[in-house]
Protein backbone atom coordinates (compact mmCIF):
# COMPACT_ATOMS: atom_id res chain seq x y z
CA UNK A 1 0.00 0.00 0.00
CA UNK A 2 2.99 2.05 0.72
CA UNK A 3 4.61 1.55 -2.69
CA UNK A 4 1.06 2.46 -4.21
CA UNK A 5 1.14 5.98 -2.26
CA UNK A 6 4.34 6.49 -3.36
CA UNK A 7 4.42 6.12 -6.94
CA UNK A 8 0.94 7.72 -7.09
CA UNK A 9 2.86 10.78 -5.26
CA UNK A 10 5.81 10.65 -8.47
CA UNK A 11 2.98 10.20 -10.89
CA UNK A 12 1.25 13.31 -9.84
CA UNK A 13 4.22 15.50 -9.71
CA UNK A 14 5.43 14.55 -13.04
CA UNK A 15 1.59 15.29 -14.39
CA UNK A 16 1.37 18.75 -12.51
CA UNK A 17 4.61 19.95 -14.44
CA UNK A 18 4.09 20.88 -18.47
CA UNK A 19 6.09 18.58 -20.44
CA UNK A 20 8.78 21.19 -21.05
CA UNK A 21 9.34 22.63 -17.55
CA UNK A 22 11.47 25.55 -16.47
CA UNK A 23 13.51 25.89 -13.29
CA UNK A 24 11.21 28.61 -11.96
CA UNK A 25 8.18 26.28 -12.20
CA UNK A 26 10.09 23.37 -10.56
CA UNK A 27 11.79 25.38 -7.80
CA UNK A 28 8.06 27.26 -6.86
CA UNK A 29 9.26 30.23 -8.84
CA UNK A 30 12.74 30.90 -7.05
CA UNK A 31 15.48 30.11 -9.57
CA UNK A 32 16.04 30.99 -12.72
CA UNK A 33 17.20 29.16 -16.14
CA UNK A 34 21.13 29.16 -16.56
CA UNK A 35 21.83 30.74 -20.66
CA UNK A 36 22.30 26.83 -21.45
CA UNK A 37 19.09 25.94 -19.78
CA UNK A 38 17.58 28.81 -21.71
CA UNK A 39 18.55 27.79 -25.46
CA UNK A 40 17.91 24.31 -24.89
CA UNK A 41 14.62 24.66 -23.44
CA UNK A 42 14.04 26.81 -27.23
CA UNK A 43 15.37 24.55 -28.54
CA UNK A 44 13.12 21.62 -27.68
CA UNK A 45 10.15 23.84 -28.22
CA UNK A 46 11.17 24.60 -31.90
CA UNK A 47 11.72 20.88 -32.39
CA UNK A 48 8.03 20.33 -31.02
CA UNK A 49 6.53 22.94 -32.88
CA UNK A 50 6.08 24.25 -36.39
CA UNK A 51 5.22 27.84 -34.85
CA UNK A 52 8.61 28.37 -33.17
CA UNK A 53 11.52 29.17 -35.04
CA UNK A 54 14.85 29.73 -33.49
CA UNK A 55 17.40 31.67 -35.66
CA UNK A 56 20.91 31.78 -34.98
CA UNK A 57 21.76 36.01 -35.08
CA UNK A 58 25.16 37.99 -35.24
CA UNK A 59 27.56 37.36 -32.34
CA UNK A 60 28.10 39.01 -29.09
CA UNK A 61 31.05 40.05 -27.13
CA UNK A 62 30.84 36.73 -24.87
CA UNK A 63 31.57 34.76 -28.19
CA UNK A 64 28.17 33.28 -28.34
CA UNK A 65 25.70 34.60 -30.78
CA UNK A 66 22.56 35.96 -30.36
CA UNK A 67 19.26 34.07 -30.40
CA UNK A 68 16.02 35.06 -31.99
CA UNK A 69 12.83 33.30 -31.06
CA UNK A 70 9.90 33.84 -33.39
CA UNK A 71 6.33 32.67 -32.98
CA UNK A 72 3.82 33.01 -36.07
CA UNK A 73 0.51 31.49 -35.30
CA UNK A 74 0.53 30.61 -39.30
CA UNK A 75 3.15 28.09 -38.41
CA UNK A 76 5.86 29.51 -41.00
CA UNK A 77 9.22 28.76 -40.63
CA UNK A 78 11.70 32.04 -40.65
CA UNK A 79 15.64 31.73 -41.77
CA UNK A 80 18.45 34.35 -41.67
CA UNK A 81 19.56 34.04 -44.87
CA UNK A 82 15.82 35.29 -45.95
CA UNK A 83 14.02 38.52 -45.72
CA UNK A 84 12.06 38.48 -42.93
CA UNK A 85 8.25 38.07 -44.58
CA UNK A 86 6.01 39.80 -42.23
CA UNK A 87 3.18 38.79 -44.37
CA UNK A 88 0.98 42.07 -43.53
CA UNK A 89 1.63 41.41 -39.91
CA UNK A 90 3.20 43.68 -36.98
CA UNK A 91 5.84 42.12 -35.53
CA UNK A 92 6.40 42.61 -31.68
CA UNK A 93 10.02 41.85 -30.82
CA UNK A 94 10.80 41.54 -26.74
CA UNK A 95 14.30 41.70 -25.53
CA UNK A 96 15.35 40.08 -22.19
CA UNK A 97 18.37 39.98 -20.01
CA UNK A 98 20.07 42.89 -20.90
CA UNK A 99 20.52 43.01 -17.47
CA UNK A 100 20.82 39.55 -16.48
CA UNK A 101 20.51 40.00 -12.94
CA UNK A 102 16.88 41.32 -13.89
CA UNK A 103 15.76 37.89 -14.91
CA UNK A 104 12.02 37.83 -15.09
CA UNK A 105 11.19 38.62 -18.58
CA UNK A 106 13.71 35.60 -19.73
CA UNK A 107 11.57 33.10 -17.41
CA UNK A 108 8.28 35.21 -18.28
CA UNK A 109 8.34 34.75 -22.01
CA UNK A 110 9.61 30.60 -21.84
CA UNK A 111 6.66 30.53 -20.33
CA UNK A 112 4.22 32.70 -22.60
CA UNK A 113 5.87 31.16 -25.99
CA UNK A 114 5.43 28.50 -24.65
CA UNK A 115 1.84 29.23 -23.77
CA UNK A 116 1.23 30.44 -27.06
CA UNK A 117 2.91 26.76 -29.21
CA UNK A 118 1.06 24.37 -27.07
CA UNK A 119 -2.32 26.53 -27.82
CA UNK A 120 -3.21 26.89 -24.14
CA UNK A 121 -3.97 30.89 -24.83
CA UNK A 122 -5.43 32.48 -27.73
CA UNK A 123 -2.71 33.13 -30.58
CA UNK A 124 -2.73 37.06 -31.73
CA UNK A 125 -4.07 37.10 -35.44
CA UNK A 126 -2.73 40.00 -36.65
CA UNK A 127 1.18 40.16 -35.34
CA UNK A 128 4.28 38.01 -35.34
CA UNK A 129 6.22 37.74 -31.61
CA UNK A 130 9.87 37.96 -31.87
CA UNK A 131 12.00 37.52 -28.67
CA UNK A 132 15.70 37.77 -28.07
CA UNK A 133 16.00 34.81 -25.33
CA UNK A 134 18.89 36.51 -23.21
CA UNK A 135 20.73 39.55 -24.88
CA UNK A 136 23.53 40.35 -22.58
CA UNK A 137 25.25 36.48 -22.67
CA UNK A 138 28.58 37.26 -21.28
CA UNK A 139 26.75 39.03 -17.83
CA UNK A 140 23.86 35.74 -18.06
CA UNK A 141 27.51 33.35 -17.94
CA UNK A 142 28.78 35.68 -15.12
CA UNK A 143 25.97 34.53 -12.28
CA UNK A 144 26.05 34.91 -8.19
CA UNK A 145 23.94 35.40 -5.49
CA UNK A 146 24.92 38.83 -4.30
CA UNK A 147 25.79 41.66 -6.74
CA UNK A 148 21.91 42.40 -6.77
CA UNK A 149 21.82 43.99 -3.22
CA UNK A 150 18.26 45.49 -3.52
CA UNK A 151 16.14 42.55 -5.14
CA UNK A 152 14.14 39.54 -4.06
CA UNK A 153 15.47 36.36 -5.43
CA UNK A 154 15.82 34.85 -7.63
CA UNK A 155 18.93 32.58 -5.32
CA UNK A 156 21.14 32.85 -8.45
CA UNK A 157 21.44 35.24 -11.40
CA UNK A 158 23.40 37.10 -13.92
CA UNK A 159 25.89 40.52 -13.78
CA UNK A 160 24.62 44.13 -15.15
CA UNK A 161 28.19 44.30 -17.04
CA UNK A 162 28.35 42.27 -20.45
CA UNK A 163 31.59 40.07 -21.20
CA UNK A 164 33.57 43.76 -21.72
CA UNK A 165 32.14 44.74 -18.73
CA UNK A 166 29.37 47.62 -20.59
CA UNK A 167 26.16 48.22 -19.57
CA UNK A 168 24.63 47.34 -22.68
CA UNK A 169 21.78 49.82 -21.83
CA UNK A 170 23.64 52.42 -22.89
CA UNK A 171 25.10 51.33 -25.72
CA UNK A 172 22.80 51.49 -28.73
CA UNK A 173 24.05 54.50 -30.24
CA UNK A 174 27.23 54.29 -29.67
CA UNK A 175 27.56 50.64 -30.71
CA UNK A 176 30.50 49.66 -28.81
CA UNK A 177 29.47 46.07 -28.60
CA UNK A 178 28.98 43.25 -30.82
CA UNK A 179 25.69 42.67 -28.96
CA UNK A 180 24.55 46.59 -30.10
CA UNK A 181 25.75 45.71 -33.21
CA UNK A 182 23.95 42.41 -33.78
CA UNK A 183 20.60 43.78 -32.03
CA UNK A 184 20.19 46.97 -34.51
CA UNK A 185 20.61 44.11 -37.12
CA UNK A 186 18.05 41.70 -35.61
CA UNK A 187 16.31 44.98 -35.27
CA UNK A 188 16.11 46.24 -38.78
CA UNK A 189 15.38 42.38 -40.12
CA UNK A 190 12.31 42.33 -38.03
CA UNK A 191 10.99 45.79 -38.35
CA UNK A 192 9.22 45.34 -35.43
CA UNK A 193 6.06 48.32 -34.67
CA UNK A 194 6.26 47.30 -30.75
CA UNK A 195 9.08 46.35 -28.58
CA UNK A 196 9.28 45.59 -25.09
CA UNK A 197 12.54 45.45 -23.29
CA UNK A 198 12.06 43.61 -19.55
CA UNK A 199 13.52 45.23 -16.11
CA UNK A 200 13.54 45.10 -12.20
CA UNK A 201 13.27 48.37 -10.98
CA UNK A 202 15.98 49.95 -8.32
CA UNK A 203 14.33 52.45 -6.58
CA UNK A 204 11.39 53.31 -4.09
CA UNK A 205 9.35 50.77 -2.25
CA UNK A 206 5.73 51.31 -2.91
CA UNK A 207 2.89 48.48 -3.08
CA UNK A 208 3.00 47.68 -6.98
CA UNK A 209 4.73 44.57 -8.59
CA UNK A 210 4.52 46.31 -12.09
CA UNK A 211 5.38 49.51 -13.53
CA UNK A 212 5.53 50.91 -16.53
CA UNK A 213 8.08 52.77 -18.43
CA UNK A 214 6.54 53.73 -22.04
CA UNK A 215 8.30 55.77 -24.67
CA UNK A 216 7.36 59.68 -23.54
CA UNK A 217 4.48 60.34 -25.98
CA UNK A 218 5.52 63.76 -26.37
CA UNK A 219 8.87 62.37 -27.76
CA UNK A 220 7.50 59.80 -29.96
CA UNK A 221 5.49 62.88 -31.46
CA UNK A 222 2.50 63.34 -33.40
CA UNK A 223 -0.35 61.34 -33.97
CA UNK A 224 1.47 57.85 -32.95
CA UNK A 225 2.66 59.76 -29.78
CA UNK A 226 -0.86 60.71 -28.83
CA UNK A 227 -2.24 57.40 -29.52
CA UNK A 228 0.61 56.09 -27.01
CA UNK A 229 -0.37 58.40 -24.74
CA UNK A 230 -4.45 58.68 -24.64
CA UNK A 231 -5.28 55.09 -25.56
CA UNK A 232 -2.75 52.27 -25.59
CA UNK A 233 -1.13 52.84 -22.04
CA UNK A 234 -4.68 53.62 -20.15
CA UNK A 235 -6.28 49.90 -22.03
CA UNK A 236 -2.65 48.57 -20.41
CA UNK A 237 -3.26 49.96 -17.50
CA UNK A 238 -6.87 49.15 -17.08
CA UNK A 239 -6.73 45.28 -18.50
CA UNK A 240 -4.24 44.83 -15.88
CA UNK A 241 -6.56 46.79 -12.89
CA UNK A 242 -9.16 43.98 -13.94
CA UNK A 243 -7.09 41.16 -13.56
CA UNK A 244 -6.09 42.52 -10.09
CA UNK A 245 -2.82 43.48 -11.34
CA UNK A 246 -2.04 47.02 -10.13
CA UNK A 247 0.39 49.38 -12.43
CA UNK A 248 1.60 52.33 -12.29
CA UNK A 249 3.95 54.33 -14.45
CA UNK A 250 8.06 53.96 -13.43
CA UNK A 251 8.87 55.26 -10.19
CA UNK A 252 11.17 57.80 -11.23
CA UNK A 253 12.67 59.19 -7.89
CA UNK A 254 16.18 58.18 -6.00
CA UNK A 255 16.39 58.44 -2.21
CA UNK A 256 12.87 60.11 -2.00
CA UNK A 257 9.46 59.51 -1.40
CA UNK A 258 7.58 59.40 -4.06
CA UNK A 259 4.52 60.64 -2.82
CA UNK A 260 6.48 64.75 -3.31
CA UNK A 261 5.59 64.22 -6.97
CA UNK A 262 7.92 62.70 -9.69
CA UNK A 263 8.80 62.93 -13.43
CA UNK A 264 8.45 60.27 -16.23
CA UNK A 265 11.63 58.65 -17.28
CA UNK A 266 12.82 60.51 -20.62
CA UNK A 267 14.76 57.20 -22.65
CA UNK A 268 17.00 59.31 -24.68
CA UNK A 269 18.30 57.57 -27.86
CA UNK A 270 20.96 55.70 -25.70
CA UNK A 271 18.58 53.37 -23.73
CA UNK A 272 17.00 50.47 -25.94
CA UNK A 273 13.39 51.73 -26.06
CA UNK A 274 15.03 55.26 -26.99
CA UNK A 275 16.72 54.04 -30.07
CA UNK A 276 13.58 51.82 -31.24
CA UNK A 277 11.61 55.03 -30.81
CA UNK A 278 13.88 56.58 -33.65
CA UNK A 279 12.26 53.78 -36.29
CA UNK A 280 8.90 55.02 -34.66
CA UNK A 281 8.75 52.08 -33.46
CA UNK A 282 6.28 52.05 -29.93
CA UNK A 283 8.86 51.18 -26.73
CA UNK A 284 7.95 49.89 -23.63
CA UNK A 285 10.17 48.88 -20.26
CA UNK A 286 8.64 46.73 -18.11
CA UNK A 287 9.93 47.23 -14.76
CA UNK A 288 9.24 45.17 -11.69
CA UNK A 289 9.39 46.36 -8.70
CA UNK A 290 12.79 44.27 -6.77
CA UNK A 291 11.60 43.71 -3.57
CA UNK A 292 8.86 41.66 -4.62
CA UNK A 293 8.93 38.05 -4.75
CA UNK A 294 10.91 36.74 -7.60
CA UNK A 295 7.61 34.25 -8.62
CA UNK A 296 5.02 37.36 -8.55
CA UNK A 297 7.65 39.65 -10.64
CA UNK A 298 7.43 36.72 -13.22
CA UNK A 299 3.86 36.41 -13.53
CA UNK A 300 2.81 40.01 -13.43
CA UNK A 301 5.64 40.54 -16.18
CA UNK A 302 3.99 37.50 -18.38
CA UNK A 303 0.18 39.04 -17.94
CA UNK A 304 1.94 42.27 -18.57
CA UNK A 305 3.27 41.34 -21.93
CA UNK A 306 -0.05 38.86 -22.99
CA UNK A 307 -2.11 41.93 -22.45
CA UNK A 308 0.35 44.47 -24.31
CA UNK A 309 0.04 41.49 -27.19
CA UNK A 310 -3.38 41.44 -27.14
CA UNK A 311 -4.37 45.35 -27.09
CA UNK A 312 -1.49 45.53 -29.76
CA UNK A 313 -3.21 42.92 -31.86
CA UNK A 314 -6.35 44.32 -31.46
CA UNK A 315 -4.74 47.67 -32.43
CA UNK A 316 -2.30 46.82 -35.41
CA UNK A 317 -4.64 48.15 -38.50
CA UNK A 318 -4.59 51.46 -36.22
CA UNK A 319 -0.79 51.01 -35.09
CA UNK A 320 0.49 50.40 -38.89
CA UNK A 321 -1.28 53.30 -40.33
CA UNK A 322 -0.04 55.70 -37.35
CA UNK A 323 3.52 54.28 -38.05
CA UNK A 324 3.70 54.97 -41.81
CA UNK A 325 2.39 58.46 -41.82
CA UNK A 326 5.06 59.32 -38.78
CA UNK A 327 7.90 60.55 -40.47
CA UNK A 328 5.90 62.80 -43.00
CA UNK A 329 5.96 65.77 -40.08
CA UNK A 330 10.02 65.47 -40.26
CA UNK A 331 9.94 67.08 -43.75
CA UNK A 332 13.15 69.62 -45.48
CA UNK A 333 13.02 72.87 -43.79
CA UNK A 334 11.50 71.84 -40.38
CA UNK A 335 12.33 71.93 -36.90
CA UNK A 336 13.01 68.70 -35.07
CA UNK A 337 13.42 69.02 -31.19
CA UNK A 338 17.05 67.97 -29.95
CA UNK A 339 16.43 68.12 -26.48
CA UNK A 340 13.57 68.24 -23.62
CA UNK A 341 12.85 69.54 -20.38
CA UNK A 342 9.55 69.13 -18.09
CA UNK A 343 6.36 71.02 -18.81
CA UNK A 344 5.13 71.90 -15.91
CA UNK A 345 1.91 73.58 -16.78
CA UNK A 346 1.09 69.77 -17.35
CA UNK A 347 0.57 67.66 -14.89
CA UNK A 348 -1.27 64.37 -14.47
CA UNK A 349 -2.52 62.96 -11.07
CA UNK A 350 -1.95 59.13 -10.15
CA UNK A 351 -4.00 57.44 -7.40
CA UNK A 352 -0.25 56.32 -5.87
CA UNK A 353 -0.53 53.18 -3.86
CA UNK A 354 2.81 53.87 -1.24
CA UNK A 355 4.12 52.75 1.70
CA UNK A 356 4.98 55.89 4.32
CA UNK A 357 8.37 57.00 4.51
CA UNK A 358 10.58 58.64 6.89
CA UNK A 359 13.92 60.57 7.61
CA UNK A 360 15.37 58.82 10.30
CA UNK A 361 18.63 58.32 12.37
CA UNK A 362 20.86 55.92 10.83
CA UNK A 363 22.18 53.44 13.01
CA UNK A 364 25.59 53.45 11.17
CA UNK A 365 26.56 56.80 9.72
CA UNK A 366 24.38 58.81 12.52
CA UNK A 367 23.26 60.76 9.38
CA UNK A 368 19.47 60.48 8.25
CA UNK A 369 18.47 57.88 6.36
CA UNK A 370 14.84 56.95 4.51
CA UNK A 371 13.24 54.30 5.89
CA UNK A 372 9.71 53.02 4.29
CA UNK A 373 7.05 51.12 7.21
CA UNK A 374 5.22 48.52 5.01
CA UNK A 375 2.99 48.63 8.48
CA UNK A 376 1.86 52.22 6.65
CA UNK A 377 0.22 51.75 3.40
CA UNK A 378 -1.22 54.37 1.66
CA UNK A 379 -3.51 55.38 -1.37
CA UNK A 380 -2.42 59.38 -2.33
CA UNK A 381 -3.24 61.65 -4.94
CA UNK A 382 0.80 62.13 -5.97
CA UNK A 383 1.87 64.73 -8.97
CA UNK A 384 2.89 62.78 -12.26
CA UNK A 385 5.43 65.48 -14.42
CA UNK A 386 4.88 63.19 -17.60
CA UNK A 387 4.37 65.98 -20.15
CA UNK A 388 7.64 67.23 -21.91
CA UNK A 389 8.45 70.13 -24.55
CA UNK A 390 11.28 71.22 -26.96
CA UNK A 391 14.19 73.05 -24.72
CA UNK A 392 16.03 73.19 -28.27
CA UNK A 393 15.61 71.98 -31.48
CA UNK A 394 17.07 72.21 -35.21
CA UNK A 395 15.94 73.31 -38.63
CA UNK A 396 16.34 70.08 -40.78
CA UNK A 397 18.61 70.20 -43.53
CA UNK A 398 17.98 68.18 -46.96
CA UNK A 399 21.02 66.12 -46.96
CA UNK A 400 24.14 65.98 -44.56
CA UNK A 401 27.80 65.10 -46.58
CA UNK A 402 30.11 62.70 -44.47
CA UNK A 403 33.62 62.92 -44.92
CA UNK A 404 35.07 59.40 -46.39
CA UNK A 405 37.45 59.54 -43.50
CA UNK A 406 35.24 58.62 -40.47
CA UNK A 407 34.54 55.54 -41.42
CA UNK A 408 33.28 54.50 -37.96
CA UNK A 409 30.35 56.64 -38.74
CA UNK A 410 29.37 55.72 -41.75
CA UNK A 411 29.57 51.97 -40.89
CA UNK A 412 26.90 52.72 -38.40
CA UNK A 413 24.85 54.21 -40.61
CA UNK A 414 25.06 51.43 -42.75
CA UNK A 415 24.56 49.28 -39.67
CA UNK A 416 20.91 51.09 -39.07
CA UNK A 417 19.78 50.92 -42.75
CA UNK A 418 20.81 54.48 -43.89
CA UNK A 419 20.69 55.25 -47.15
CA UNK A 420 23.50 57.20 -49.01
CA UNK A 421 25.19 57.89 -52.28
CA UNK A 422 29.01 58.52 -52.54
CA UNK A 423 30.18 62.16 -54.47
CA UNK A 424 31.27 61.50 -57.43
CA UNK A 425 34.28 63.85 -58.03
CA UNK A 426 35.80 66.50 -56.29
CA UNK A 427 33.89 70.04 -56.21
CA UNK A 428 33.02 73.08 -53.90
CA UNK A 429 29.16 73.46 -52.42
CA UNK A 430 27.59 76.55 -50.46
CA UNK A 431 26.94 74.63 -47.31
CA UNK A 432 26.13 75.10 -43.22
CA UNK A 433 29.33 74.58 -41.36
CA UNK A 434 29.43 73.90 -37.98
CA UNK A 435 32.12 75.30 -35.05
CA UNK A 436 32.03 74.05 -31.40
CA UNK A 437 31.37 76.76 -29.64
CA UNK A 438 31.27 75.81 -26.38
CA UNK A 439 30.72 72.12 -24.56
CA UNK A 440 31.37 70.20 -21.27
CA UNK A 441 32.76 66.90 -20.21
CA UNK A 442 31.81 64.49 -17.64
CA UNK A 443 35.09 64.21 -14.91
CA UNK A 444 34.60 60.32 -14.76
CA UNK A 445 34.33 58.00 -17.18
CA UNK A 446 30.85 56.74 -18.15
CA UNK A 447 30.79 53.51 -20.25
CA UNK A 448 33.78 53.64 -21.75
CA UNK A 449 34.03 57.23 -22.89
CA UNK A 450 34.02 60.83 -21.28
CA UNK A 451 30.82 61.76 -22.40
CA UNK A 452 30.15 65.38 -23.64
CA UNK A 453 26.78 67.08 -22.72
CA UNK A 454 25.99 71.15 -22.66
CA UNK A 455 27.44 71.50 -26.26
CA UNK A 456 26.67 74.79 -28.47
CA UNK A 457 27.59 75.18 -32.39
CA UNK A 458 28.08 78.49 -33.91
CA UNK A 459 26.60 78.04 -37.73
CA UNK A 460 28.26 79.24 -40.32
CA UNK A 461 27.36 78.99 -44.37
CA UNK A 462 30.19 78.82 -46.18
CA UNK A 463 31.48 77.88 -49.43
CA UNK A 464 33.26 74.39 -48.63
CA UNK A 465 34.82 71.41 -50.35
CA UNK A 466 33.84 68.09 -50.79
CA UNK A 467 35.67 65.04 -52.12
CA UNK A 468 35.28 62.11 -54.63
CA UNK A 469 34.02 59.52 -52.35
CA UNK A 470 32.43 61.48 -49.14
CA UNK A 471 29.14 60.37 -48.91
CA UNK A 472 25.80 62.33 -49.17
CA UNK A 473 22.90 61.43 -46.90
CA UNK A 474 19.17 62.08 -47.59
CA UNK A 475 17.07 63.41 -44.72
CA UNK A 476 14.13 62.46 -46.39
CA UNK A 477 14.58 58.68 -45.09
CA UNK A 478 12.66 56.44 -42.64
CA UNK A 479 15.82 57.09 -40.73
CA UNK A 480 15.38 60.30 -40.42
CA UNK A 481 15.32 60.55 -36.64
CA UNK A 482 18.34 58.45 -36.28
CA UNK A 483 20.12 60.98 -38.09
CA UNK A 484 19.14 63.97 -36.70
CA UNK A 485 19.73 62.34 -33.30
CA UNK A 486 23.46 61.37 -34.09
CA UNK A 487 24.79 63.62 -36.41
CA UNK A 488 23.09 67.15 -35.15
CA UNK A 489 26.63 67.80 -32.60
CA UNK A 490 24.40 69.32 -29.60
CA UNK A 491 21.93 66.09 -29.63
CA UNK A 492 22.32 65.17 -25.75
CA UNK A 493 23.51 61.06 -27.88
CA UNK A 494 25.12 62.97 -30.66
CA UNK A 495 28.02 61.38 -32.21
CA UNK A 496 29.86 64.40 -31.14
CA UNK A 497 29.01 64.02 -27.33
CA UNK A 498 29.76 60.34 -27.61
CA UNK A 499 33.36 61.21 -28.60
CA UNK A 500 33.27 60.26 -32.06
CA UNK A 501 34.91 63.97 -32.87
CA UNK A 502 37.27 64.25 -30.53
CA UNK A 503 40.20 64.87 -32.59
CA UNK A 504 39.03 68.00 -33.95
CA UNK A 505 39.08 69.22 -30.25
CA UNK A 506 43.00 68.73 -30.18
CA UNK A 507 44.93 71.95 -31.91
CA UNK A 508 47.38 69.91 -33.64
CA UNK A 509 50.05 72.75 -35.11
CA UNK A 510 50.87 75.78 -32.95
CA UNK A 511 53.16 78.49 -33.09
CA UNK A 512 56.66 79.44 -31.26
CA UNK A 513 56.27 82.88 -29.87
CA UNK A 514 59.82 84.04 -30.68
CA UNK A 515 58.57 83.69 -34.26
CA UNK A 516 55.25 84.44 -34.16
CA UNK A 517 55.96 87.47 -32.24
CA UNK A 518 57.50 89.28 -35.57
CA UNK A 519 54.44 87.39 -38.20
CA UNK A 520 52.23 89.00 -35.52
CA UNK A 521 53.82 92.84 -35.60
CA UNK A 522 52.78 92.65 -39.31
CA UNK A 523 49.71 90.74 -39.35
CA UNK A 524 48.59 93.40 -37.06
CA UNK A 525 49.50 96.37 -38.98
CA UNK A 526 47.70 95.35 -42.48
CA UNK A 527 44.93 94.43 -40.53
CA UNK A 528 43.55 97.74 -38.67
CA UNK A 529 40.20 96.14 -37.13
CA UNK A 530 41.41 93.41 -35.96
CA UNK A 531 44.60 95.66 -34.32
CA UNK A 532 41.61 97.68 -32.90
CA UNK A 533 39.57 94.89 -31.86
CA UNK A 534 42.75 93.78 -29.87
CA UNK A 535 43.37 96.95 -28.16
CA UNK A 536 39.98 97.30 -27.14
CA UNK A 537 40.29 93.57 -25.34
CA UNK A 538 43.49 94.15 -23.42
CA UNK A 539 41.07 97.51 -22.17
CA UNK A 540 38.29 95.80 -20.72
CA UNK A 541 40.24 92.19 -20.08
CA UNK A 542 42.29 92.50 -17.37
CA UNK A 543 43.59 88.48 -16.88
CA UNK A 544 43.98 89.15 -21.00
CA UNK A 545 45.98 92.43 -20.82
CA UNK A 546 48.47 90.67 -17.92
CA UNK A 547 48.71 87.47 -20.39
CA UNK A 548 51.16 87.50 -22.86
CA UNK A 549 50.83 84.21 -24.18
CA UNK A 550 47.05 84.74 -24.13
CA UNK A 551 47.70 87.39 -26.29
CA UNK A 552 49.70 85.88 -29.26
CA UNK A 553 47.21 83.00 -28.99
CA UNK A 554 44.29 85.31 -29.58
CA UNK A 555 45.98 86.92 -32.42
CA UNK A 556 47.03 83.72 -34.08
CA UNK A 557 43.72 82.45 -33.62
CA UNK A 558 42.13 85.41 -36.19
CA UNK A 559 44.98 85.10 -38.53
CA UNK A 560 45.46 82.75 -41.88
CA UNK A 561 47.68 80.74 -39.93
CA UNK A 562 45.20 79.31 -37.42
CA UNK A 563 44.32 76.00 -38.47
CA UNK A 564 40.75 75.65 -40.09
CA UNK A 565 40.19 71.99 -38.71
CA UNK A 566 40.24 72.83 -34.93
CA UNK A 567 36.73 72.66 -33.20
CA UNK A 568 35.38 72.60 -37.11
CA UNK A 569 32.56 69.49 -37.23
CA UNK A 570 33.22 67.76 -40.14
CA UNK A 571 30.09 66.73 -41.47
CA UNK A 572 28.32 69.52 -42.82
CA UNK A 573 24.46 70.04 -43.67
CA UNK A 574 23.22 70.85 -47.42
CA UNK A 575 20.12 72.57 -48.18
CA UNK A 576 16.95 73.34 -46.03
Known amino acids: MKFFSILFFLLSVTIFYPQNPIKFETSNGTETQTYFETIKFYTDLAQKHQSISMIEMGMTDSGFPLHLIVFDPQKNIYHKQESFNKRDKNVILINNGIHPGEPDGIDATMLLFRDYAEEKIDAPNNTILVAIPIYNIGGALNRNSTSRTNQNGPHEYGFRGNARNFDLNRDFIKADTKNA ?4 EIFHWVKPALFIDNHVSNGADYQYTLTHLFTQHNKLGGALGNYLHTSFT ?21 NQVPEKGFKQFLDSPRYASGYTTLFNTIGLTVETHMLKPYKERVEGTYQLMKNFINIADSDAEKIKSLQQNANKKYTVGSYYPLSWKVDSTNTSTLKFKGYEGKMIDSKITGAKRLKYFRDKPFTKNVTYYNYFKAADSVKIPAAYIVPKGYWNVIELLKLNNIEFSEIKKDTNIVAEVYRIKNYETLKRPYEGHYLHYNTQ ?36 DSFFNWNFFDAILQQKEGFSP ?27 DLNFANNWYLQL ?24
Open 553 to 576: DWLHKQSPYYEKSHLRYPIIRVGG
Open 181 to 184: QSFA
Open 514 to 540: YIWEDLAEQFLNDNPSIKAKFNAKKQS
Open 457 to 492: VLKTTEKTSVKKGDILVKTQQPGVRYLLETLEPSAP
Open 234 to 254: PQIEDSLQLQNWDITPYVNVF
